[in-house]
């Protein structure tokens, strides 16, 4: 068993060194590929979280925290008038910046359990992080969050349901209660890192306790996906 630390400078190394073979898993190609009919159920719930996304319409100055490689950095720039995108990788965050090209991005390397915001924004966003969020960092990630967040700002988030034609064909996915999984890369190397599958009822729940008005929804297969504001800013508007 690896220790905590250890396993948060593993992450960020993992994510460094796939940062090639990254976009594989979110299009379904090399050992995410598990077959048409399971590949076409992938992108019809990718779109259908989209278009949540679409419909909660994240306008105005946005915030992404580990925005990674940027195919959803790229859907909120069809909104956002600027998005601050973070990340600890330096090779994703390359990759990300082809990606979106001129838009008003600002690019920033940093590690999200030290970052702390040097500016309010309209919304917060991240995709397939929280499930790498260990349980000791939960309460502060979310305070970093609100923070971030002008009064009455949103937030929306994205993550995996525990699912095996979800993750790699090598991948065995962890107990329950484990919050550690082994990844391999395509070079044979492996790293221990967090993951944590919440269902949508648990994590509204958590978020609950620490004053926060989120709906989680899921798709059937794969995603998760929140969205909502603070507690007390709801009562405060009502
Ligand atoms: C599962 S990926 C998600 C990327 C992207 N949001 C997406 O939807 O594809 C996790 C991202 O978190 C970043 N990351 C890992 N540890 C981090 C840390 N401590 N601080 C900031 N980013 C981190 C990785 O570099 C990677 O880009």
């Known amino acids: 068993m690896t220790t905590e630390l250890e396993r948060l400078e593993q992450q960020k190394a993992y994510y460094r060194a796939r940062a090639g073979e990254y976009d594989e898993w979110f299009e379904r190609r ?6 048409e009919q399971w590949n076409a159920r992938w ?6 979280v989209r278009r949540a996304l679409a419909a909660f319409r994240p306008t105005g100055r946005v915030l992404e925290l ?3 490689t940027g195919w959803w950095t790229a859907e909120l720039l069809r ?13 994703t965050l390359a990759i990300n910046r ?11 390397v940093a590690d999200l359990f030290a970052w702390q915001p040097d500016r309010q ?4 966003f991240f995709s397939f992080w929280l499930s790498h969020v260990p349980p000791s960092q939960f309460a502060p990630f979310w305070g970093m969050v609100k923070a971030a967040l002008k009064p009455g700002g949103r937030v929306f988030f994205i993550d995996s349901q525990r699912s095996q034609t979800g993750t790699a064909a090598d991948q065995t996915l962890q107990l329950d209660e484990q919050v550690e999984q082994t990844r391999r890369l395509n070079d044979g190397n492996s790293y221990t890192i ?14 609950a306790q620490l004053g926060w008005d989120v709906t989680v929804r899921r798709t059937d297969n794969y995603f998760l996906y929140g969205e909502g504001v603070r507690h007390e800013l709801t009562r405060r508007e009502g």
């Open 30 to 35: 090399g050992k995410y590929d598990h077959g």
């Open 43 to 48: 992108r019809a719930e990718v779109e259908e």
């Open 66 to 68: 580990a925005a990674g």
């Open 79 to 91: 909104y956002a008038d600027e998005v601050t995108v973070v990340d600890s990788s330096p090779e």
């Open 98 to 108: 082809a990606r979106v090209g001129d838009a008003p991005v600002r690019h920033v």
């Open 121 to 124: 924004y309209d919304m917060v």
């Open 194 to 207: 967090v993951k944590i599958y919440y269902t949508p009822a648990d994590l509204q729940a958590r978020l």
